[in-house]
């Protein structure tokens, strides 16, 4: 009698789906936007729709509770907030139209889910050899085709500079982090980290060159100081052989009377007044570019800017002073989070990688509204949950 039973018991439990062949379709799309962020922000959003389509499919038919890292919940707390701002905005309907980008915090718990185990080390993989080829079309398109001067810079096939050595930028921390954590697969990060290097500089985005710059004293800090001694070196040879274009750019960071820089301190001014007068709802989502003149100085330079080029303060500004709680919540619990899984976890490789991304993320979010950018946003999230993926399967394992 014991037998039939066992096999009732056995024939009531969940079973794998497919032999877990969908399961691995839901890795295959999560390796697809990886990839695909490089490209098209449409096809890394058709593949997230996908992903995420297999994932409630995993959750239903599995009878899985919906599992994330605990710094997904000051996240999803900073969503909610930013619901509340839509609903009291002058213009309730556009603010709640442009909260359509909270549902790429999902790729935590997306990711959490399907990229676990030793998966992490080959979505990076493809990462990296996507960016490689991303990289040399934004070389080909200043040598070759003239993407030389501020007005047109190299952006390879997105639609922006700035996403574009913004995701340059977290592969770079990836590919440092590689080279020095892990002991296979270097050979590969190496000969890629020139050519992301250079394509990121020739965009002229100071803000992406000095977020990289922190991630890479980041990780050399974790790994050994004594790799600080090759700082002069890679200095000498960006003096020796940048553009003088590049060169100028860069030299105007230090430049107090740089148009660029007076109108960064006039929209710190500016977010400061939006803050004063709304605490605690904000101006609303996607409102500052229409309320921009009501609060704009003296000091601005232009008439009007889309966003405030601060992360902080374009959350306080359009959001609220909550909202900007939960943010500050969500980045302190994940560096604790990070750091934590950098000296336990089962790939330390991966948590130096997104602590560096983390870092380059926050330095570059200074100077730009970076955390706004959807693609940008979607690559951070993805590479700042892959090491408690890969330790989740250790978990369940044991």
Not at 92 to 101: E, G, L
Not at 266 to 282: K, Q, S, T
């Amino acid at each position: 009698m014991s037998a039939p039973m066992s096999n009732a018991v056995a024939l009531d439990a969940p079973q794998p789906l497919g032999s877990d062949r969908f399961e691995e379709a839901g890795f295959a799309a999560l390796v697809g936007i990886a990839a695909a962020l490089q490209f098209s922000i449409a096809a890394a959003q058709i593949l997230l729709t996908i992903a995420l389509v297999i994932w409630a499919a995993l959750l239903l038919v599995r009878r899985e509770p919906v599992e994330a890292p605990s710094f997904f919940w000051p996240l999803a707390l900073y969503a909610g907030f930013t619901l509340v701002s839509a609903t009291f905005s002058i213009e309730p309907r556009t603010s709640i139209v442009d909260c359509k980008q909270l549902v790429l915090f999902l790729i935590v718990p997306l990711t959490f889910r399907l990229a676990s185990g030793s998966r992490g080390i080959t979505l990076v993989t493809v990462v990296i050899s996507c960016a490689a080829i991303s990289a040399a079309f934004g070389i080909i398109q200043y040598g070759i085709l003239h993407y030389d001067h501020l007005n047109q810079r190299p952006r390879g096939t997105l639609g922006h500079y700035m996403t574009y050595s913004g995701l340059l930028m977290l592969v770079m921390c990836v590919a440092i982090a590689r080279i020095l954590f892990l002991s296979w697969g270097r050979a590969w990060a190496a000969l890629v980290m020139p050519a992301l290097a250079v394509a990121v500089a020739l965009t002229s985005t100071r803000s992406a060159a000095v977020g990289a710059c922190m991630a890479a004293a980041l990780l050399f800090a974790l790994k050994d100081f004594r790799l600080f001694a090759l700082a002069p070196i890679v200095a000498a040879i960006f003096f020796a052989f940048a553009p003088q274009m590049i060169m100028q750019r860069f030299v105007s960071m230090f430049d107090t009377r740089d148009p660029t820089r007076i109108d960064r301190v006039a929209m710190l001014r500016e977010g400061g007044r939006m803050i004063a007068a709304h605490p605690i709802v904000g101006v609303g989502p996607n409102m500052i570019q229409k309320r921009y003149a009501e609060y704009r100085g003296p000091d601005a330079v232009n008439q009007v800017n889309p966003h405030l080029h601060n992360n902080p303060v374009q959350i306080a500004a359009e959001r609220g002073l909550p909202a900007l709680a939960a943010w500050l919540w969500f980045i302190v619990a994940l560096a604790r989070d990070l750091a934590r899984r950098f000296r336990t976890g089962r790939q330390p490789f991966l948590a130096a990688a997104a602590l560096a991304a983390l870092v380059a993320l926050l330095t570059a979010g200074l100077f730009e509204y970076n955390f706004g950018d959807s693609e940008v946003l979607m690559l951070f999230l993805l590479l700042a949950t892959l090491p408690a993926a890969a330790d989740r399967a250790a978990t369940q394992t044991a």
